[in-house]
């Protein structure tokens, strides 16, 4: 089976600052892969290169083709999704319009259905399609986010710090609902995220970052089977 997402040599930062090194790495049809690491490690910078927020040196195939070089909205329709840290949600906007935004460059016929699917996976939001996105509560910004990006259809979803600001009760259901998500839809996903715990509890494989490294990858179970990396990142 061949890659949906394949990354070689990945080398990225913010002008004269390089925070990625020649990172190699792939993500699978279908397949929820998590990226661990310290704070600084190059996490969000990961995701930022490959959404095309950034530019950096190497090469990124998507789907078969490479889309290194590309722009974040050629990325997007290409099935590239991406759901940044802070969520990026338009709060003087109705959960419908913020929804609507998602699926900016999809044909008017599917927006409905795809509104459907998303609250099928998320009956909050069907419930509150027409209140301001602003006076929710950050669970269900967050959780608006996530199927904001699902309207855009994508094969993979990038998502950086899901939980972040997020009491426990909240974060639970929130990957529970990404990991219902990916079994119902098949859309492949890449968390950075610092609950390792949580993360890993969904996830098919991992890649540790340090120093904008990989310093380790393997299987959720081998990963979590690992007393450097439980010391260093699962606080067990």
Do not use: C, W
């Not at 990226?35 to 290169?49: E, S």
């Not at 109705?94 to 044909?107: D, K, M, Q, S």
Request: avoid cysteine.
């Amino acid at each position: 089976m061949s890659a949906l997402l394949a990354v070689r040599g990945l080398t990225a930062g913010y002008g004269s600052l390089i925070v990625l090194r020649d990172l190699d790495f792939h993500v699978d049809p279908g397949e929820v892969v998590v990226i661990l690491g310290a704070n600084g490690a190059g996490k969000t910078t990961t995701l930022r290169a490959l959404s095309g927020e950034i530019s950096g040196e190497g090469t990124i195939e998507f789907d078969g083709r490479r889309v290194d070089g590309s722009r974040t909205d050629q990325r997007a329709r290409l099935g590239i999704g991406h759901v940044p840290e802070g969520r990026g949600t338009f709060v003087d906007l109705t959960v419908e319009e913020n929804l609507r935004i998602g699926a900016y460059h999809r044909p008017a016929a599917q927006v409905r259905s795809a509104m459907d699917r998303a609250f099928g996976l998320f009956p909050t939001l069907g419930e509150r399609r027409a209140q301001l996105a602003g006076s929710m509560s950050g669970g269900e910004q967050q959780m608006l986010a996530v199927a904001r990006a699902l309207m855009g259809d994508p094969k993979l979803l990038l998502l950086d710090e899901p939980s972040m600001g997020l009491a426990p009760m909240v974060t639970a259901e929130l990957f529970r609902t990404l990991a219902e998500t990916n079994e119902r839809t098949g859309t492949a996903m890449l968390i950075v995220e610092q609950n390792a715990q949580i993360a890993l509890s969904i996830a098919d494989r991992a890649y540790v970052l340090g120093h904008g490294q990989i310093v380790s990858a393997g299987t959720a179970a081998e990963i979590r089977a690992d007393d450097s990396i439980r010391r260093a990142y699962l606080g067990v």
